[in-house]
């Protein structure tokens, strides 16, 4: 399956971005900024990617595994990102199917950020939760489109768009933090 490196805890999969935060879930200005925290992983791992024909339309499922495991002795509250494809026109659907754990109820990201597609789960890991006892969830999404439609490469300005949103989440930038940053 494809797997994001534990150690640097996001990376770009398939249109996708996914990152780990470890601040508390808000957005004031008083967080702390970027940091390294390494006894808190995140992998993701496509499970299962399924392709039908409904009618006159292909019907493309995808199940994704989400792994978190901390180290340290204490809980960790943290903010998990993750994104569905977006379609640069409207001849692609993207419907999520599950989110696995609650995605995020923040005001801000439900106006803001979940429209364009980024996924964010709120979390709380449990303290020594690793290998076996790792807090883990799948989601599936699908995408529908005429099935004599081809999805190829994407154009130019959906991978710009995709750079600005993952420059977005980045500590410093709008979004309030994407990864790195660490609260003890």
Same mark, same amino acid.
């Given at each position: 399956g494809v797997r994001d490196t534990p150690r640097e805890g996001r990376g770009r999969l398939e249109e996708h971005l996914v990152g780990l935060d470890r601040r508390e879930p808000r957005h004031d200005a008083d967080q702390e900024g970027p940091g390294t925290e390494t006894q808190l992983?995140? %992998?993701?791992?496509? !499970? #299962? !990617? =399924?392709?039908?024909? &409904?009618? +006159?339309?292909?019907?493309? %499922?995808?199940t994704y595994e989400m792994r978190l495991q901390n180290f340290r002795e204490k809980p960790a509250k943290v903010r998990l990102w993750d994104r569905v494809p977006q379609p640069p026109d409207k001849q692609v659907t993207v419907t999520? =199917?599950? /989110?696995g754990q609650p995605l995020s109820t923040d005001a801000w990201y439900t106006e =803001?950020? &979940?429209?364009? +597609?980024?996924?964010?789960?709120?979390?709380?890991?449990? *303290?020594? #939760?690793?290998r076996t006892t790792a807090l883990a969830f799948t989601y599936k999404f699908q995408l529908e489109?005429?099935?004599?439609? %081809?999805?190829?490469?994407? /154009?130019?300005?959906?991978?710009?768009?995709?750079?600005?949103?993952?420059?977005?989440? !980045?500590? +410093?930038?709008?979004?309030?933090?994407?990864?790195? #940053? *660490? =609260?003890?």
């Open positions: 992983r995140v %992998s993701r791992e496509l !499970k #299962a !990617k =399924q392709t039908e024909i &409904k009618g +006159g339309n292909k019907v493309i %499922s995808y999520m =199917q599950e /989110p =803001q950020e &979940k429209p364009r +597609g980024l996924l964010r789960w709120d979390l709380e890991v449990p *303290a020594k #939760a690793v489109f005429d099935k004599n439609f %081809s999805i190829g490469e994407l /154009p130019p300005e959906a991978v710009e768009r995709l750079k600005r949103d993952f420059e977005m989440m !980045k500590p +410093g930038g709008m979004g309030g933090g994407f990864g790195g #940053a *660490a =609260q003890p």
